[in-house]
């Protein structure tokens, strides 16, 4: 069995996809890369085929019609060998040193008696043309050099959570929760953050800088004109997150109240691109997603709405939208918008 598996999905990827992929190859034989190549049009799929052919047994390219990210990363969890999993965006990359550094210690936990279910490491915001790299810890929120539960952890300050470039998941834990992430939708990585985590026990905290995670395509997600062009699919999310627990049974309280967080973020995203917008269908779609929240789940709805963000986004006129500028500059922390 390969110690960790590594998804890259990859979509009309040929212009950067290689700088990820040869990233990744330190790892050796306790690493098979999955190369996964949603139905692209361009030269990705021969790319992915030439890798798998100069390193056999490390590098598998996986072809399948066009099904979106989730459709990609769900391929991946099906396909990998390793006991643990790894998703690396196709224009992403990973540092050697840190990389080095998290095998040693899978292969600890791999090789011991106590089972670990979700490894954290930091992120870097690799900004085109930005001089400071911005680098998101977890030094004090997370125990370190020690395996650790929910309860050992710090209340998590708002603007600093745990994404799918800081988590690498045991195989089996994803399989075993279920999780299967909608297709032909964006955004689905917070799905693959926030579904997991109920059925995550032990974690372990490596302060290393491991993912670095480029911003700067004016076609990518996180583009601001892009997201609110694809806001459809953010609200379906939300939904999907809204949907997925009830969350005032979730029995850890710091799990819950983290879950709490998290499910905010993500509601002050979608409701912060339909008020930028500024079209009359997106702010009706933005009364329609509150609507709907209040309707699942009457705590949750007042929960979000008198959180100090979910607040914000709900006071009327040309104040409450200055208001919700200062609240869209902490979710600009987690997404880093373009």
Same mark, same amino acid.
């Given at each position: 069995?390969?110690?960790?598996?590594?998804?890259?999905?990859?979509?009309?990827?040929?212009?950067?996809?290689?700088?990820?992929?040869?990233?990744?190859?330190?790892?050796?034989?306790?690493?098979?890369?999955?190369?996964?190549?949603?139905?692209?049009?361009?030269?990705?799929?021969?790319?992915?085929?030439?890798?798998?052919?100069?390193?056999?047994?490390?590098?598998?390219?996986?072809?399948?019609?066009?099904?979106?990210?989730?459709?990609?990363?769900?391929?991946?969890?099906?396909?990998?060998?390793?006991?643990?999993?790894?998703?690396?965006?196709?224009?992403?990359?990973?540092?050697?040193?840190?990389?080095?550094?998290?095998?040693?210690?899978?292969?600890?936990?791999?090789?011991?008696?106590?089972?670990?279910?979700?490894?954290?490491?930091? +992120?870097? &915001?690799?900004?085109?043309?930005?001089?400071?790299?911005? #680098? $998101?810890?977890?030094? /004090?929120?997370?125990?370190? %050099?020690?395996?650790?539960?929910?309860?050992?952890?710090?209340?998590?300050?708002?603007?600093?959570?745990?994404?799918?470039?800081?988590?690498?998941?045991?195989?089996?834990?994803?399989?075993?929760?279920?999780?299967?992430?909608?297709?032909?939708?964006?955004?689905?990585?917070?799905?693959?953050?926030?579904?997991?985590?109920?059925?995550?026990?032990?974690?372990?905290?490596?302060?290393?800088?491991?993912?670095?995670?480029?911003?700067?395509?004016?076609?990518?997600?996180?583009?601001?004109?892009?997201?609110?062009?694809?806001?459809?699919?953010?609200?379906?999310?939300?939904?999907?997150?809204?949907?997925?627990?009830?969350?005032?049974?979730?029995?850890?309280?710091?799990?819950?109240?983290?879950? +709490?967080? &998290?499910?905010?973020?993500?509601?002050?995203?979608?409701? #912060? $691109?339909?008020?930028? /917008?500024?079209?009359?269908? %997106?702010?009706?779609?933005?009364?329609?997603?509150?609507?709907?929240?209040?309707?699942?789940?009457?705590?949750?709805?007042?929960?979000?709405?008198?959180?100090?963000?979910?607040?914000?986004?709900?006071?009327?006129?040309?104040?409450?939208?200055?208001?919700?500028?200062?609240?869209?500059?902490?979710?600009?922390?987690?997404?880093?918008?373009?």
């Amino acid at each position: 069995m390969k110690l960790l598996s590594i998804a890259i999905p990859c979509y009309n990827s040929e212009d950067y996809m290689e700088n990820c992929i040869k990233s990744l190859l330190p790892g050796g034989e306790d690493v098979e890369i999955l190369i996964i190549d949603d139905g692209s049009k361009d030269m990705t799929p021969e790319i992915a085929d030439a890798y798998e052919k100069k390193y056999p047994g490390i590098v598998r390219a996986i072809h399948q019609e066009n099904g979106g990210h989730g459709a990609a990363v769900n391929a991946g969890i099906a396909n990998a060998e390793g006991l643990f999993f790894k998703v690396v965006d196709s224009d992403d990359w990973v540092d050697e040193e840190s990389y080095r550094a998290i095998l040693a210690k899978l292969k600890e936990f791999a090789g011991g008696d106590e089972t670990l279910d979700m490894m954290i490491s930091n +992120f870097v &915001y690799e900004k085109q043309g930005a001089k400071h790299k911005r #680098v $998101m810890r977890y030094t /004090s929120m997370l125990p370190q %050099n020690r395996l650790f539960r929910w309860e050992d952890a710090k209340r998590f300050r708002k603007g600093l959570y745990i994404l799918m470039h800081s988590v690498i998941y045991r195989t089996k834990l994803l399989r075993d929760c279920g999780l299967e992430l909608p297709r032909h939708t964006f955004y689905v990585d917070n799905l693959f953050v926030y579904q997991p985590l109920p059925y995550v026990k032990n974690m372990y905290y490596l302060n290393v800088d491991f993912y670095r995670y480029f911003i700067g395509r004016e076609d990518q997600s996180v583009n601001e004109k892009v997201m609110i062009g694809r806001i459809d699919q953010q609200i379906k999310v939300n939904k999907i997150m809204v949907d997925s627990y009830d969350l005032w049974k979730i029995p850890n309280r710091k799990l819950r109240r983290y879950m +709490f967080n &998290y499910l905010e973020i993500i509601t002050v995203i979608s409701t #912060v $691109m339909l008020i930028r /917008s500024g079209t009359k269908e %997106n702010l009706e779609k933005k009364r329609e997603l509150w609507r709907y929240i209040k309707q699942q789940d009457l705590r949750l709805f007042h929960r979000l709405r008198t959180g100090i963000m979910g607040n914000t986004m709900n006071l009327p006129g040309r104040g409450g939208r200055k208001i919700s500028i200062a609240a869209y500059k902490i979710s600009q922390k987690v997404v880093g918008f373009n």
